[in-house]
């Protein structure tokens, strides 16, 4: 047997990308980016998916081109079907930090799932929202794909835990355009 045929080519990646940079526009303005240490290409008869085993971080950002929605994971994988054009799945696994920086609110599960045909993420495990105005916990959420509507299936502990500090600042870092201005 030469070598050759020793190889296991369900396990080798076809192509891997170091430093991967990816974005997305829609009529000349920015919808999506994302960046990985390393991604890889596996592709097989009846589904072929992008590996990103060291994790990736997505920034999603709204019509007016303003970042909304960032998510980041320790690992992710991109799933998508020969035959079938708009049927990919993406999910995320480990750590998942989700924050949607115009609302203020941070969801942390260990798996995230986003459907492109439904336009939703959603997660069956533990996740934990925070806000401004609180914190709430749960098995299980449902969103829209920029984490605008957050519903969670399963909440605990149905006490929604106020944060009642008044002289708190609440600054958004990443789409900040300048010094705040004394009155």
Not at 36 to 65: I, N, Q, W
Not at 95 to 113: A, C, G, H, S
Request: with cysteine; glycine share 4%.
């Amino acid at each position: 047997m030469s070598e050759a045929e020793k190889l296991d080519l369900s396990v080798i990646p076809l192509q891997t990308v170091d430093d991967m940079f990816y974005v997305q526009s829609e009529n000349g303005r920015l919808k999506m980016r994302v960046e990985a240490p390393r991604m890889e290409v596996y592709e097989f008869d009846t589904l072929s998916y992008d590996l990103f085993p060291k994790g990736f971080h997505v920034y999603a950002y709204a019509e007016d081109g303003v970042l909304e929605t960032t998510i980041v994971a320790k690992k992710a994988r991109h799933d998508k079907y020969p035959g079938r054009k708009d049927d990919e799945l993406w999910s995320a696994f480990g750590d998942v930090v989700i924050r949607n920086i115009v609302k203020q609110e941070t969801m942390e599960t260990d798996t995230l799932y986003w459907d492109s045909k439904t336009h939703e993420i959603y997660t069956d495990c533990y996740i934990r929202l925070s806000s401004p105005s609180g914190y709430m916990q749960g098995i299980g959420m449902r969103s829209d794909e920029m984490a605008r509507n957050a519903i969670l299936h399963r909440p605990f502990d149905n006490e929604f835990l106020l944060d009642n500090d008044t002289t708190k600042v609440m600054i958004d870092s990443v789409n900040f355009i300048g010094p705040l201005l004394k009155k």
